[in-house]
């Protein structure tokens, strides 16, 4: 029976609620466990539920031995890297400075992919970036341009894109051969062996003398779920049911909701400069995916799923 095309749209549009919330989630979470404690698990019950539904739908692909070493980079970048700099960049910035940071991730992906794979990198791109980081200033710099939000945490934030950056030149030698839910999957129990020795080092201690907080372990069963599993189900279906070019228009939105969620659940003042410099953001972001080839975005969509 052939799906009603309104109900792919709405699961594109929960998919983009739940990645937004991620944002706001977290924040909830660091009130009374730290980075490395939030990631960890968010790993562990994602990881979890990612390998059920691979079973159950027959897409899980076993890793050959030649591509072992490759997955360990992958995993190195994403999620390893890329969390260190979103997780504890978020201690520093609010909510809706990291997602509007964050969200340039796509414009930078196809110049690693012209530095690393050749592929021709259009002026529409380079025009796409520079409005984008004009948006991001009107967020972080006041009138005298001088810097409104952390320094640190800016700085951080950036490192989680130059993570992906990278993490999308390793994945093009993977992506021919596996398809996004394995990656994801494996990537994702690769970086718990990342995670778990800075965890035993730096915050088993507070963990284990914290007593259990229903309401933060929510949020982490809420990243893992939502974020990093209904999400990304939602959006591959959407990107068979519409396509990649439409779905990710809809990217576009994670600013825009993070900012309204961080508003409303985090008291997150909305002001007509932060409105502004998303929209800027989000013009940068139109203009450079007028023209991207067809395999770049295939890989910039496998990428943006893990990066949630």
Known sequence: MKQKPWLVYI?????MIFWSLSFVWV??????????TTVLFRLVIASLLLMIF??????????????????????????????MGESFGLLYVSSTIGAIIVATIPLFSPIAASR????????????????????????????SFNLIASPLGIALEFLAVLSAIFYTVVLKKLAVKYNPTSIITY????????????????????????????PAFAGILKLSIFAS??????????VKRMG????????????????????????????????????????????????????MEEIIAIQQDAGR
């Open 187 to 214: 990537q994702n129990l690769l970086g718990l062996i990342y995670f778990l020795p800075l965890w035993l080092i730096f915050e088993y201690r507070d963990f284990t003398t914290i007593p259990f907080n229903l």
């Open 54 to 83: 691979a079973k159950l739908t027959g897409t899980l692909v076993k890793i050959e031995r030649k591509d072992l070493g490759t997955f360990i980079l992958l995993s190195f970048f994403e999620p390893f890297l890329y969390f």
């Open 244 to 295: 990649i070019n439409k779905v990710n228009i809809f990217i576009n939105l994670i600013p825009v909701f993070t900012a309204f969620f961080a508003w409303m659940i985090l008291d997150d003042p909305l002001t007509l400069r932060k409105l502004t410099g998303i929209l800027v953001v989000i013009a940068g972001l139109l203009v450079a995916q007028l023209k991207l080839k067809k395999s």
């Open 116 to 143: 690393f794979h050749g592929e021709k990198t259009s002026f529409r791109t380079f025009l796409g970036i520079l409005l984008s980081f004009f948006g991001v200033s009107i967020v972080v710099f006041d009138a």
């Open 11 to 15: 699961a594109i549009i929960f998919a």
């Open 229 to 238: 599993c209904i999400a990304f189900i939602f959006y591959a279906h959407s």
């Open 27 to 36: 924040k909830e979470v660091y009130l009374v466990y730290g980075p490395l």
